[in-house]
Every structure is written in structure tokens, then in C-alpha cells.
């Protein structure tokens, strides 16, 4: 989870079914115990509760799933959930935590060494390679989702070989653009969709 929760999964053994009568239906007729005589006849009823219960799983899966887009917010709603963020109540060096659809949001006001130390990074070598202005529209700050791409934690800020994000769960580095650089994340840290209004506020969210 984002708070650094253990995931678990529920593994289900699934148990090949045993026809013990197979053996038994030839001579069914000559078979004078009613018990035994029904028991040849339990393959076909097997395979009708099988796909019966495959048709209730089936539909109660898509139930649900219609339940949830009834019930949830409409596109238009969730589309339109952007906030405003005033940048100049981040002090230099520091990093703000919003919420923002749900998701942790982080806005970092770099000090002159993050930035230079973001831009002199050679980009060809990145795993995700994107250069720092094409992340950070306003060199000063970094607007990104604070969501690990590995498995989803929240790493931690000014933490880790780069000093920039730490995701203590798998051991996964961002520099001071949120670029993986080490662990076994795949991807940078997403930069959400935002437009300064002015040099000291921003935009988050606002869909054209």
C-alpha cells in the first residue's frame, strides 16, 4: 500500500477433481446397492455444478464491476479534480505532500545544487530517460505523484545515494528529479499534467 503496507496474497489450491466412479459405470446395471449405482452417474453432475458455478463467478464478477462505475465518480468529476497550489509557501529545499486524486502528490523547491546536480546528469544513461526541463517546467520545482513505480509505496524525500527519493520496501533511488537511477524500479516518478499560472502558481490536473 502507500503507507509502506505488506502486500499478501491469498493463494487458493485448486483440487483436481477425482472420479472414483470411472471405474464402475460399465457394470452399473448389475450393480444391486441404489447407492453404488447413482455414484457412476457423478461425472456428468460434476461437470454441471463446475460450469455452473464458472457462470455465477462470471456474472458476479461483472455485477460488481457495473456496481462500482454506477456508483463511483463520473469521468467528467474525476477529470475535472485539479487543485491550485501556491509555490510560495514551499520554503527552498523542502518538499510539500498534497493529495491529489486520491494519490500522494510531491512539490519540491530545489536549491540551486539539486538543480545543477539534475541537469549535469547524462540522460543516455538513465533507465527512463527524460531530461530534467522536460520534467520540471519551472526549474525550481518538481511536481510529481510520490508512488514508487515498482510497487506503489511512497518514497521518502532527500533520502537515498542521490538525495532525492528513497523507497525503503524494495531499495529503489531517485535523483532530484525523481529519476530512478538505482533499485528495481522501472520507471521515474510520474509528473502529473500542470500549468503555471504565474512563477508561483501552478496548476494541477486542469484537463484542456
Known amino acids: ?9 491469498l493463494y487458493l489450491e485448486l483440487l483436481k477433481p477425482a472420479f472414483r466412479d470411472d471405474h464402475r459405470k460399465d457394470n452399473w446395471k448389475n450393480q444391486t446397492n441404489p447407492a453404488e449405482r447413482h455414484a457412476t452417474n457423478n461425472l456428468s453432475t460434476y461437470m454441471m455444478v463446475g460450469a455452473g458455478g464458472g457462470a455465477a463467478l462470471y456474472m458476479a464478477k461483472y455485477t460488481l464491476y457495473g456496481l462500482a462505475l454506477m456508483l463511483g465518480p463520473g469521468r467528467d468529476k474525476y477529470a475535472a479534480a485539479a487543485i491550485e ?7 527552498e529545499g523542502k518538499n510539500a505532500v498534497f493529495t491529489w486524486r486520491g494519490k500522494p502528490l510531491f512539490i519540491r523547491h530545489r536549491t540551486a545544487e539539486e538543480i545543477a546536480s539534475a541537469q549535469s546528469t547524462d540522460v543516455a544513461s538513465l533507465r527512463d530517460p527524460q531530461a530534467d526541463t522536460e520534467r520540471c517546467v519551472n526549474e525550481k520545482y518538481l511536481i510529481c505523484l510520490g508512488v514508487c513505480t515498482h510497487l506503489g509505496c511512497v518514497p521518502i524525500a532527500h533520502a537515498g545515494d542521490y538525495k532525492g527519493y528513497y523507497c525503503p520496501c524494495h531499495g529503489s533511488h531517485y535523483d532530484t528529479c525523481a529519476r530512478i537511477m538505482k533499485g528495481p524500479a522501472p520507471l521515474n516518478l510520474e509528473v502529473p499534467k500542470h500549468d503555471f499560472l504565474t512563477d508561483t502558481l501552478v496548476v494541477i490536473g486542469k484537463e484542456d
Do not use: F, Q
Open 1 to 9: 500500500s502507500l503507507d509502506h503496507e505488506h502486500r499478501c496474497t
Open 85 to 91: 497550489v501556491d509555490l510560495a509557501t514551499i520554503p
